[in-house]
């Protein structure tokens, strides 16, 4: 009688297509009085395939379909396998035609106490592809000389930063804390340094930061009373398999990345333009070189995103609207929105229908609190309610102006095992929460070797 009721499920729901969402599948089974949690994983542990004999076809699971395909379809690679499911806890999303072996589906026991406290309500586990990461060290090394080869160990990628500062030792930050070493900087060592560097010593009169040579390296100057006394280097790096990070989540939506300096946003936007850019026009205001450099062959770095570079770096904003007005852009992408002008401008451009990707230092919190900034995820004012609506007890409160510029915003931290993707989905919602100091609701994910983790919780912002 229970496999009449799947069989009978299975062939409503592939009447008019090789290809259903999971929650439809679902839906028709349960329909027909199937308890498909407890079904489907003693089927799916059992057999890993839903077999239709009248048909003969077989229905394959996929990560958030379920295909009709022919008998005996051959195996998803190993590789590929998804090795935990949670079977309604993640919305359908658009995905490859490619099967996804499912080798547990359970229905989750009730959480604990601890559980709760940490926020925490569902997990899932999917296998990725390794990271590949690309930095020049050579270049660091033809600059610093001695002091790289003597001290440095700069195939280390927790390396970010290079501490250059006259009269004191030299410090390095790696993975977010900083750690000295006996050197002891000296002016000759700045001035070579500067010497060094392609083209000369650079003008620094602009925004103070360089790119040096055809790398993603950064340096900046340190000056006291008009002269240099020290050098800040940022190792840039080219990161490529970040795709699943956030595959399924940015499409069609204004995305915006925020995260304290050097923790990654730069490197998400990259790869989030590279992928964006596939059969569309995206123009990428890239104001101090820092997301593709000096280099002419940018198409591993950003894809096809077309770069366009500021000579004013503070009138950013005015090269947005050169972008919209004469460029033609689906997609218009920012690193380091700074200024009240430029969030007014990417509130014009996303009326327009054109797809905006940005990042911004700080994270939500920040960003909601923000008196400059904060028109992005829709402003604030005070206002009076009335003791119905009062929360509290407090009859003034924090309200949103308008409707928030992003639909997604990618909160990235740096935590003892590596970076952390918060993905805050319904903005408008959440930022409301912040606002009257309830949890908010995330998606959080991050990749740890060949897994890509992923679970749902609640976080508390205090509010101010």
């Not at 925490?120 to 001695?146: F, Q, R």
């Not at 700069?154 to 930050?173: E, N, R």
């Amino acid at each position: 009688m229970e496999k009449a009721a799947i069989q009978a499920a299975t062939r409503a729901c592939f009447v008019d297509s090789s290809t259903v969402h999971v929650s439809l599948f679902i839906k028709a089974l349960q329909e027909r009085n199937v308890i498909t949690r407890s079904n489907l994983t003693r089927i799916v542990e059992s057999t890993d395939y839903l077999t239709l004999v009248e048909k003969n076809t077989r229905v394959v699971l996929t990560r958030s379909t379920f295909t009709a395909a022919a008998v005996d379809p051959p195996r998803p690679p190993l590789h590929m396998a998804t090795k935990y499911l949670q079977e309604t806890a993640f919305p359908p999303s658009a995905v490859k035609s490619v099967a996804f072996q499912v080798t547990n589906v359970t229905k989750p026991a009730p959480p604990s106490a601890a559980h709760l406290a940490a926020g925490k309500t569902t997990n899932a586990t999917t296998s990725v592809p390794p990271l590949s990461v690309d930095c020049d060290t050579e270049a660091i090394i033809d600059i610093l000389g001695d002091i790289a080869t003597g001290y440095l160990d700069l195939d280390d990628t927790a390396v970010t930063d290079i501490f250059l500062d006259v009269g004191s030792k030299m410090s390095v930050k790696t993975s977010g804390e900083c750690v000295q070493y006996n050197k002891v900087i000296e002016h000759s060592d700045v001035s070579t340094i500067l010497e060094q560097l392609p083209g000369g010593e650079p003008d620094f009169s602009q925004n103070n930061r360089v790119i040096f040579g055809q790398t993603l390296h950064r340096l900046a100057a340190v000056t006291y009373d008009g002269s240099i006394k020290g050098i800040t280097i940022r190792v840039g790096r080219s990161v490529s398999g970040l795709l699943p990070i956030f595959e399924g989540l940015v499409e069609q939506k204004n995305v915006l990345l925020c995260g304290s300096p050097n923790v990654g946003k730069t490197t998400t936007l990259r790869e989030i333009c590279k992928y964006l850019s596939r059969g569309k026009c995206l123009c990428l205001i890239d104001t101090s070189g820092e997301v593709c450099g000096e280099t002419g062959n940018r198409s591993h770095i950003v894809g096809t995103s077309r770069v366009f570079r500021p000579v004013d770096p503070a009138k950013q904003y005015m090269t947005l609207l050169d972008c919209v007005r004469n460029h033609s852009p689906d997609v218009i992408a920012i690193d380091e929105l700074n200024t009240k002008n430029e969030v007014e401008v990417c509130q014009t451009i996303a009326l327009r229908s054109i797809q905006m990707v940005a990042s911004v230092h700080g994270n939500i919190q920040d960003l909601v609190f923000n008196p400059m900034l904060n028109k992005a995820l829709g402003g604030s004012t005070q206002a009076l309610v009335s003791d119905r609506v009062a929360v509290d007890g407090k009859k003034v409160v924090t309200q949103r102006t308008s409707r928030p510029i992003f639909d997604i915003v990618i909160n990235i931290t740096r935590s003892s095992e590596g970076l952390e993707y918060s993905f805050i989905e319904d903005v408008a919602e959440n930022v409301t929460r912040i606002m009257q100091g309830k949890p908010i609701h995330i998606r959080r994910r991050r990749m740890v070797g060949d897994e890509l983790l992923e679970s749902r919780e609640e976080v508390l912002y205090p509010c101010e």
